[in-house]
Structure formats: structure tokens, C-alpha cells
């Protein structure tokens, strides 16, 4: 899958990809990233600074 978090795939996203990281609090940030949440229920959309953190 190259380059799925640029062009118009981020369009087509709800917010264009962007929201509010749900680890760091940052706002308007583009959530690209898939984690495994805290709770092991599914996956949660992280940004870019949080990806190589553990939830
Ligand atoms: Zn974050």
C-alpha cells in the first residue's frame, strides 16, 4: 500500500485525516497511524509522534 497516508486518501477521510491524537492530546493533527488500544477492544488512530509509543 504506497503512500496511503498522502494525497487524495487523506481526502477522503473523515477530518482529512486529521483530529485529536487520543495519547498526546494534540489537536488538528493527522491521526495516520493504527494502534492497538489500551483496552484490546480494536484499533485507535494515533499521530506520528505517538506511532512507535506503546499505548
Ligand atoms: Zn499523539
Do not use: N
Amino acid at each position: 500500500m504506497p503512500k496511503a497516508h498522502r494525497g487524495k486518501t487523506l481526502k477522503a477521510m473523515p477530518s482529512k485525516g486529521r483530529g485529536t491524537c487520543p495519547l498526546c492530546g494534540s489537536t488538528r493533527i493527522k491521526l495516520l497511524y493504527d494502534v492497538t488500544a489500551e483496552d484490546g477492544s480494536g484499533t485507535t488512530k494515533v499521530c506520528k509522534r505517538c506511532k512507535s509509543k506503546k499505548a
